[in-house]
């Protein structure tokens, strides 16, 4: 079946190929950083294969992570930038968490709190490589002295606090506001959807589609 | 891994771990630096006992030999040449090696259930078979003393020959040391043999002769009698007032209950407002709206969706030009 009028597409193939790898993949750190994070964790680290698999994989899926991340922020860093009735919006966020949306303003391809979550990931995920490399064994702690390694270990297990709580109001933002999952699996929104939670985003994509379809 | 009835500290444990034989008096090894004349069959023994076998390294110009400790070296003399104020030159010579501390920083640091333990009579040992090979013990060592095997990434150090101890016997060291310089038994024992030899060595005009049991990591079943106490570091490096590195006690300290607390209570707060709050649910399309955009001259009723991601241009401009997206 063709694709209906009714809808825009909002992520394409490979936006969606990339998010979902990133999502399997920042699980399985989170899983086995965890395992080593606190005791209670240590459970989590055979998610794989065992705390020794676990220690030895972690660093490596670290650095699939931060290329595939990078590779998604860097192509929307523009959209991600402080936008028109962001201010308005944040300052309405009661209205937001009540799901009052009429009242809001129209806004951009996305709104503050996704450009919240955009830039806290941008920053731990980077402070998570650099820390990260440096406790590496056995590849590349040897070089560097132990105050530093001791550093890196405290900044490493807070960014990857920050990125994971992140991530869990991320999950339950797409859970929260229906329709948004659909976007990130097949694709598309419906008009409806991008009118009332993107208005402008929404008006920018039809004017664009009505040029476009001028002859 | 023996006395395992009999370890009062394991790594990476919330829970009490088995202490039924805890009231066991604790042991020390007192290295009497003032007596050691460098000819490490300390060394030696170590090797012997422990069945190690350290590549054979290379002269580096001084007498240090391996230069360093390393995972097959659980102990290695410390030589270094000293010019005192008055123009002596005093030749110091410290064996190195694990402290085994009341407080030890490796064990805090460890994130492998019981890869680390402290036995009732205070040896610190690593049990290699659940060692994961982080290093994070390394980070948590207040003396740079565990070496992770290139062979096997484990960590490895001085277990003060926990197994010989446990049969009742001295550690190899001690037994070979030809002056007496390493003496071994309860710490209580050892502290007033320490007490006599400072007491030796100040007749002798060591003002500032004492003993070396830092405080600061609860002190150590190794301990040093040390010519110049006042200034431990002459001896190669050996810390001043050490103890665990703030950052270790920041990384490993409430920091990690109350960030896991955080993260569960993100995701509970999340339940909760679906709960109460419920989902935005998906807007309806409304007709008018429909209409006023096809009116608008805007989108043509068969047209299919628009493609946002497409940048090309004249993407778009006819049916068979468009993205398909999915069939449903
Ligand atoms: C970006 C590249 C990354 C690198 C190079 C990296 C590297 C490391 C290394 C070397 C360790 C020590 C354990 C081991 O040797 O496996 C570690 C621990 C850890 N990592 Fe990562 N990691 C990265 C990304 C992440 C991410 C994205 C997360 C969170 C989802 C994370 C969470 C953790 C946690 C919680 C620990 C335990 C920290 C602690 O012991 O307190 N890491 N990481
Ligand atoms: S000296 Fe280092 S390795 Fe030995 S017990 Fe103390 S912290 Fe652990």
Not at chain 2, 104 to 124: F, H, M, T, W
């Amino acid at each position: 079946m063709k694709m209906p009028r009714d809808r825009l597409i909002r992520y394409s193939p490979l936006d969606r190929a990339n998010h979902w790898t990133m999502a399997m993949v920042f699980v399985l750190l989170a899983l086995s950083g965890l395992a080593f994070f606190h005791p209670a964790f240590f459970f989590l680290s055979h998610t794989l294969g065992g705390p020794v698999w676990a220690r030895i994989l972690h660093p490596f899926l670290g650095v699939v992570l931060v290329l595939l991340f990078y590779a998604m922020a860097a192509r929307h860093v523009r959209r991600n930038l402080l936008g028109e009735n962001d201010v308005q919006w944040m300052r309405q966020i009661g209205d937001v968490l009540d799901n009052r949306d009429e009242k809001l303003p129209p806004i951009g391809k996305y709104n503050p709190g996704q450009k919240l979550v955009y830039w806290s990931l941008v920053v731990s995920i980077a402070l998570l490589l650099i820390s990260g490399v440096i406790m590496w064994r056995p590849w590349f702690a040897g070089y560097f002295p132990i105050p530093l390694i001791r550093f890196a270990s405290l900044l490493h297990a807070v960014s990857a606090f920050v990125a994971i709580v992140t991530i869990v109001v991320h999950v339950y933002a797409a859970i929260w506001v229906k329709g948004s999952v659909r976007s990130m699996t097949r694709g598309w929104v419906t008009r409806a959807w991008a009118r009332h939670h993107h208005g402008l985003w929404a008006r920018e994509q039809e004017e664009a589609q009505r040029r476009e379809q001028q002859p | 891994m023996i006395n395992s009835q009999n370890i009062i500290a394991r790594s990476a444990t919330t829970t009490e771990p088995p202490q039924v034989r805890s009231h066991v008096e604790e042991v020390a090894k007192l290295i009497d630096v003032s007596k050691c004349i460098g000819c490490k069959a300390c060394q030696v023994a170590c090797m012997e006992w422990n069945d190690l076998r350290d590549d054979v390294g290379e002269c580096h110009g001084t007498y240090d030999n391996p230069t360093d400790l390393t995972a097959e070296s659980w102990t290695v003399m410390r030589f270094s040449e000293h010019e005192s104020a008055d123009g002596n030159l005093e030749w110091l010579i410290r064996k190195d090696g694990c402290m085994h501390c009341a407080e030890p920083g490796c064990l805090k640091a460890c994130p492998a259930p019981g890869a680390i333990v402290q036995y009732a009579n205070g040896i610190v040992d690593f049990d290699s078979n659940h060692c994961i090979g982080c290093g994070y013990c390394i980070t948590g060592c207040p003396f740079d003393i565990p070496r992770i095997s290139p062979k096997d990434q484990k960590s490895y150090k001085c277990t003060l020959c926990s197994d010989r101890v446990n049969a009742g016997m001295e550690p190899a060291c001690v037994k070979t040391c030809p002056t007496n310089c390493i003496e071994f038994g309860t710490k209580t024992d050892m502290l007033a043999r320490a007490e006599k030899r400072v007491g030796d060595l100040k007749a002798l005009g060591f003002r500032d002769a004492g003993i070396y049991d830092p405080a600061g990591v609860g002190g150590t079943h190794v301990m040093y009698v040390l010519h110049h106490a006042d200034d431990p570091n002459r001896y190669s490096g050996l810390p001043k007032d050490p103890r665990i590195s703030p950052l270790v006690g920041a990384w490993k300290g409430v920091t990690k209950p109350i960030m896991s607390a955080i993260i569960g209570i993100t995701a509970f707060a999340g339940v909760i407002h679906y709960m109460t709050k419920g989902p935005k649910e998906e807007p309806e399309d409304s007709p008018e709206e429909e209409h006023r955009a096809t009116r608008d001259g805007g989108v043509p009723p068969a047209s299919l969706g628009y493609d946002a991601t497409r940048r090309r241009p004249g993407a778009g401009r006819n049916a068979d030009d468009r993205p398909q997206g999915e069939d449903r």
